[in-house]
Structure formats: C-alpha cells, structure tokens
C-alpha cells in the first residue's frame, strides 16, 4: 500500500473510531437517563452542577436577565454535550486499552464507562446501565470489523461500523428518553383527593376568580419553577430531617412526621411566590393554597432568644442557603402540601418554607437546616450580587389583551405588594395622561396574596395602556423603570394596543 493510501486509511480509521466514540457516548448518557429519568444520579447532573459553578456570576446574571429560562435550558444542553463527550473519551479510551492487549473492546469500553459513572454520581444502577449502553454500541461497531489483509479496515466495512454504531445510539438515545422521561423523582403526581378544607378554600379561589381569558386564576395553574441546579434534588419524606442549630439553647430535630403529624397547628394559606429576578411583566409570580405549619413553634422548642440573634441561614438539600432576619421567620410557614397535594418535588419536597412578603429567594425548598446567627451573613444570590431578601416591590402585570364584542376592549392581569396588599390598581388608555381605577378581584383570606384586575373599555385607534397598582399603605408603585438586577424590577407596564 502507498503512503498516500494509507495516510488516507488511517484517516478513515480515525473517523470511524471518533463517530463509534462519539455514539457509545450518546448510548452511555441515555442508557443512564433511562434508569433516572432527570434525578440527581443522572450523569449529566453533576456535570451540569460543574457547568452552572464554572460560570461567571456575571454571564448568569446576564442569562437570568436577558435570556429568562432560556438561559438555563441552553447551560443544560451544555452540560449534556459534555457528558456525551466524556462518555465518548472514555469508551475510546477503552477501545484503545482493549486494542492493545488484543482483547474485545465493548466489555472494556462498558467497564470504563461504569467507572466513569460512579465516580460522577455514586450510584451504581445507572452506572451499570450507562456502561452497558455504550459497550453495545461498541460493540455492533466492532461486528463490521473484518480487515482487509493489511491491518485497515476495508472502505465499505467501516462505512457499515459507523452505521451500526449511529443506528445503535439512536436506538438507545430514543428509548432512553421515552424511559427517563416517565421517571418523576418518586413523587407521584397524580391528583388525589383533597381535604375538606383544602376543598372549600379552593372553591372560593375559583369563585372569586375573575372571568378574562388570558390570565391565570386566583390559583394558578402552572407555577413558576426557580431552581439553582437544572436537575432538581430527590429527598425521600422517610429520610427527610429539619434541624435547627446555630446560636440556640438546643439544636433539635425533627422528621417528616412530628412537622406535618403535629393536626393541631395545621394551616391552610393562599400565598403568592414572586422572583426577584423576572422581568417587569415576566410570569415568575404565582399563588397556591399551602398547607403547613407555623415555624414559632419549632423555634420556642429549640429556645431563641430573639433579642440578641440578628437572623438566620436556611440550608437546603441542593445546597442552597439563604439569610433573612430571624423576625421574618418568625412569621414563616413551613409547607408540606401544595393545592392539598403533598409538595411536588420540583416545589420543594417534601418541606419548604413560605416567608410571607419577601421575594421568592427566601422561600428555601427542599428545607433540611434551620442555622440561627449572631452575625449577618450573605446567601447564595447575595454573594452574586442580588439584593433579594427583602419585601417584594408592588406590580400591577398586564398580560391579557381581549377584544369584545364592537369597539370593545379588555385588559387584564394580576397585581401584587406582599403583605401591604393591594388598594387600587389604575389603567390609563392614553400612555398615562389620565386613569381609571380597574376592578379588583375580591381578596382571598391571606396576608400574602395577589389579586387580580380588569378594566373593559372602547377604543377605535391605536393607543397605549399602562397599568400601576397603589399598595395597602397608599403607595404608589414607583415609576422609575430599573432592571431586576440586583433588587428586582420596577417601572409601570406599558402596551401598545392596535383595535
Ligand atoms: N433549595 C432551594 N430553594 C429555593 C431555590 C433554589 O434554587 N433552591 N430557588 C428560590 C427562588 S430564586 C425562588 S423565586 C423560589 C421559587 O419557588 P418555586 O420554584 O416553587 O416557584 O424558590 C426559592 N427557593
Ligand atoms: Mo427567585
């Protein structure tokens, strides 16, 4: 064989091997996925945990702002990318090892991929079937691997390996997602029946909702997710603790019963959750009837002296932590039941805290450590920059435009001040010259919900509606337009309405 002729076969093996590689990968990821669906044992979680503490503070801040969700989903894809290229390292990186001790590459493949796994997740399962993934797709590939006499694969038997090997991590990556995707963390979903009271507050919820399409109910229907990581942690009720510690007369602890056994104390409350970080007329702001119960008792159990402690630090299972005062907490709420489902798991379970009034930031699900301090501390988005645990801003949101019957226009949304509540909102038709008062919904029991308003009125020209809300205590939501970066946006919402 010339040179040229086999500088071009080598080239071809190299292509090969790469799109063998490239495919155990894909078959190595979704054979794990398979097994997990998206749980904390999924390989690509902790390399999507790498990915999210390997970006700039300010390229997240930037994301958050810019980008919404997006943002996240795109790191997410990353961190997938990564995973298929390391499982994709790793299965060559067998090949070769098997290559040179002339032994069969798919078992090596599979071993060093199962190691690859563990070191990443711990979890053996998913290992074994991230491993077995990749050892098939290897070894279908290694099927066509007849040589022609000289050592190199023949043109035609290569183009067959690399088919095999892309039919194979096509096979796994289809199946893998159908499977991953049924799996829920554990947490069942379904709609079961709910308690009498949880009943009869939810029907007054959907009473006193008001009747304008476009806009969610007094209760919403998809509540908005916020999380740190893209893959959210599973925290089993069974093995789930509560402690409280820090400068306290006696940390204690508590488990999922003795929080949620504990019927005499139990509440239902309608609370509203707003992100910091959403945009003016973003949708990161939703109500839900909890159920729970208040945080004083446990703090009395453990014997706080509230005069001399500034605050505390709340810890949670995805190693998030946040510090407020310990006056807020004192108000707090600890839920374990959402809408009378036990908490979702993408909502904290099985146990979250609800501050009443603050931003969303506070509200620490998948609560596991209740620290008190001597001394002002920073929390996970204050480190970064945020200024997020304080009272939310006042907003009145605009998001439902509906055309009526004739010259009929109706303008709609949701507006919010924590626990100062609502007084008035006001809409103006002609880019804020003059205002009318918009009619609220009534109030649903609760210090710390949303209301919702409308407004129906008759235009025939292009104009511009803005909307602003007047808090309980007579303020007005200011003006100033501002980024939600770092306290959370602020300005009145405007749109441009064309009859
Ligand atoms: N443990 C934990 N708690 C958390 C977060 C988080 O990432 N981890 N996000 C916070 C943020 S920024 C917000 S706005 C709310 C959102 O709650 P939700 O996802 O139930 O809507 O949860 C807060 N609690
Ligand atoms: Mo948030």
Redesign the pocket.
């Known amino acids: 064989m010339s040179d040229r002729a086999s500088g071009r076969a080598d080239a071809r093996d190299l292509f090969e091997s790469g799109v063998v590689a490239a495919a155990a990968g894909v078959a190595a990821v979704a054979g794990s996925y398979a097994v997990t669906g998206l749980t904390p044992a999924f390989v690509a979680a902790p390399v999507s945990d790498f990915v999210v503490a390997s970006t700039p503070d300010a390229v997240i801040t930037w994301s958050i702002q810019t980008l919404g969700d997006v943002g996240g989903q795109l790191g997410f894809l990353l961190a997938l990318a990564l995973a298929v290229g390391g499982f994709a390292l790793a299965s060559a990186a067998g090949a070769a090892l098997a290559d040179r001790f002339a032994v069969p590459a798919a078992p090596v493949a599979a071993v060093v991929c199962v190691a690859v796994a563990l070191a990443l997740t711990g979890a053996l399962v998913p290992a074994l079937a991230a491993g077995a993934s990749a050892g098939v797709v290897v070894g279908l590939a290694s099927l066509g691997r007849e040589t022609d006499g000289s050592g190199s694969v023949s043109p035609v038997a290569a183009r067959r390996r690399v088919l095999q090997a892309l039919a194979g991590a096509f096979a796994f990556g289809g199946v893998g997602a159908v499977l991953g995707s049924r799996k829920g963390g554990g947490i069942s979903t379904d709609d079961g029946p709910v308690s009498a009271g949880v009943g009869s507050l939810l029907a007054e919820a959907d009473e006193k909702s008001l009747d304008v399409d476009g806009i969610e109910p007094l209760v919403s229907e998809q509540?908005?997710?916020?999380?740190?990581?893209s893959v959210d942690p599973t925290v089993d009720r069974e093995d789930w603790t509560l402690s409280v510690t820090g400068a306290v007369e006696e940390e204690v602890e508590f488990d999922y019963d003795e929080i949620a056994g504990t019927t005499g104390s139990v509440e239902h409350r309608f609370v509203t959750?707003?992100?910091?970080?959403e945009r003016l007329n973003g949708r990161?702001m939703?109500t839900a009837l909890w159920t729970g119960v208040p945080v004083t008792d446990l703090l009395d159990s453990a014997g706080i002296d509230a005069g001399e402690n500034c605050c505390v630090m709340l810890r949670?299972?995805?190693d998030?932590f946040e510090e407020f005062p310990l006056s807020a907490l004192r108000e707090g709420f600890l839920a374990f039941e959402m809408n009378g489902q036990p908490l979702p798991r993408?909502?904290?379970h099985p146990v979250?805290a609800l501050i009443p009034g603050h931003?969303?930031?506070i509200?620490?699900?998948?609560l596991t450590e209740i620290e008190v301090l001597e001394e002002e501390a920073k929390g996970y988005?204050e480190k970064r920059g945020w200024h997020?645990t304080g009272p939310v801003n006042t907003v009145a949101k605009l998001h439902a435009v509906n055309r009526l019957e004739g010259e009929e226009i109706q303008v709609g949304g949701h507006a919010y001040a924590g626990t100062r509540d609502v007084r008035k909102v006001e809409v103006s038709t002609d880019g804020g010259e003059t205002w009318t008062e918009a009619t609220l919904s009534d109030p649903l029991p609760g210090e710390d919900v949303w209301r919702q308003w409308e407004y129906t009125y008759e235009a025939t020209d292009p104009h511009e509606v803005v909307v602003r809300a007047t808090d309980g205590e007579g303020t007005l939501q200011p003006k100033a337009e501002r980024n939600p970066f770092p306290s959370g946006p602020t300005g009145w919402v405007a749109k441009r309405v064309e009859p």
């Open positions: 509540f908005y997710q916020v999380d740190i990581n959750l707003r992100c910091v970080g990161k939703d949670a299972a995805d998030y993408g909502h904290g979250r931003w969303g930031e509200n620490v699900k998948w988005w997020g």
